[in-house]
């Protein structure tokens, strides 16, 4: 099979070890003779796998004893967008809003109370992150996207509130130190930092819950998902292998310090040569930057055509941008490894003989 460069901003590229073991999985569940497609999720295989993949996602964080309580639910992050204000929203809540997803949570929540957009980069077609947030009036929560998968922009602060604190980490979660601790709520869908789509990860810290007077779907009750050990209903029982067997690489690769390290060399690279050539620009600004998602346009329309036709002899995938936004975005999570950035940034090098 011939090396293809996969940039794709989700579902993700995995650690070639996660595939390999999720294959066997399919073939064989550890051992028992059948396939984990076919096992029940109340097997104690499964409950064991699933109870493992609870303890290090909160471990990895640094989050583990700390009243934390992790559920890998189904839905993915859009269900949180509805979930979220359901348990937590009883008058008001304020937002912040960097781009798409946001603006998605914000609608779903204004369908259950008052939202207040307490900052917003709207008027720069979200192209950085509002700086030196601070949240002084009272709500019952405040919510912000770590990073913005599409615009390419990613916090450096935690936004200060006395509120509790809900976090969209769907596209960096994992991939760097980031004071978690100060969240009192993390979601994220699987399917770019953390395992195979079908699954989110939902990091809650159980005394925010209960508040709200509303009576809550069970479905959609954290409190609900939380007395079933996160089985209130059938698992999603092969992404949540898959998010177990990737949570151990990461754990093996020496953790969240380790990624960061990692992903702070490629965004660098990549970030750098765009900056040293003249046709190309990011598009995101500067100082807040994406280290996960790095979004790029060519001066020209023309060149659009020679750097596709570039990135195939190259084998290079899933670089467009998204399609709201066009340009191009190449999205450099836990598993993309140095080699491909170095392929990409040495086909952008390869542009200049050709302009
Ligand atoms: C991809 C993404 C979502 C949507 O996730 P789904 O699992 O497809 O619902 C939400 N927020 C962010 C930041 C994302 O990157």
Redo the contacts with the bound molecule.
Sequence with gaps: MKEVHNFCA?PSLLPQTVYEQAAQAVLNFEHTGMSILSISHRSKEFIAALEEARQLSLELLGLDQKGYVALFLQ?????EFLRVPYNLMQKKAAYINTGT?SS?AIEQAQMLGEVDIVASSEDQQFSYIPKNVRIEELVDYVHF?S???IYGTQFNYIPQTDAPLVC?M??DIYSREFDCEKMDLIYA?A??NIGS?GV?LIIVKEDILGKTKRTIPQMLDYQEHIAKDSLYHTANVFAVYTCLLNLRWLKQQGGVKVMEQLNKTKADLLYQTIDALDFVSGTAAVEDRSKMNATFTFKEEGMNIIFDQLCREANIANIKGHRSVGGYRASLYNAVTLDSVEVLTGVLQQMKTRV
């Design positions: 989700g839905g993915g992050a859009s269900m997803w998605k996207t990073n913005n998968t969209d769907s596209s869908g399917q770019k789509a989110s």
